[in-house]
């Protein structure tokens, strides 16, 4: 990740591995015990983020939530925080072909006619390590997909490892390794819904490097052009309401949600490059209380138009890098 920090050690505590319950779930928590930051995680519902509470000069701000009814939540997560492979997004009809054999993928968002979202986003991930020091406390989950997966007979290895630092950073590294013997196509998306505790959507400004909305029809949400578009310099989100994927110019590597009104700045840096985060959807709840922001590293349908489509050799690792963080 870019610029380098000196590492604030937890005055000779070590940080911790926590677990408590979530209804019926488990739930990890990395916690640094000076500062307060903390981080919720739910391996047995796809790994994801229950709770991130971060902290700048001594104010506790919890960037990510979910429901106190945990019951309900996990019967309708909405994706909240949800790792999204082997493909991010939609497919239209569920079906695409690759190196000319053709596959139909379930409909899982009938109302689009689509595939959306991959498969381990709500897949019960095994925790196979963690670790604890005084400058970082750690967790890796694991999920096997054997291939039975209909429309996807492609068999892979996901992992996601966290590590909370004690420099108040949360990073977050997923990756995939195709245990298969046949090359297989993949993509993946991070779908964190963001808040500013104290504050609402219209009080916040949006920065991120972006070079083209791309614009999707009104039936299927799929692409249908695009126009250039900067949000480099800041794009405010007051009296707007957006549901939108951009296409990310060559430099760029952070998105930033800043509340000029709270004093606070979320920072969301991700890996760039060939096969990496090359796009990003933007997406303001209509409560105003949240927003969706969105790391991908391909195109709606990209198994279908091949816009940032990745083909992952046998025993190759496909790997992404997220970092979160206050200033």
Known sequence: MAGEEPVYFCLNRVMNILTSTYGSYQSYILKNPITGDEVHILPELGGIIRQLTLTKEGESFTVIDTPADAEAFGANPKYASAFLFPWPS?????????????YQLPINEPEKQAAIHGIVHHENFEVVEEWTSVSAAGI?????????????????????????LSTGKLDIMPQAVNTGGETMPVALGWHPYFQLPGGTVDDWTIYFP?????????????????????ATEGYKLKNRSLDAIYELNEAGYLTQLVSAKQGVTLNLEYTRGEGKVNYQVVYTFPDR??????????????????????????EETYQMNYQVYLS
Do not use: C
């Open 140 to 164: 890796r989950l694991r999920y096997e997909h054997d291939g039975s997966y209909e429309g996807y007979p492609f068999p892979f290895r996901f992992e996601i490892r966290y590590e909370l």
């Open 289 to 314: 209380q949240r927003v969706a922001m969105e790391p991908l590293t391909a195109n709606v349908n990209a198994f279908n138009n091949g816009e940032g489509l990745y083909e992952l050799q046998p």
């Open 90 to 102: 939609r497919i239209k009809d569920g079906h695409y072909t690759y190196r000319g054999e053709s």
């Open 210 to 230: 972006a070079a083209r909305q791309i614009h999707l029809d009104d039936a299927f949400m799929m692409p249908a052009g695009s126009e250039p578009f900067d």
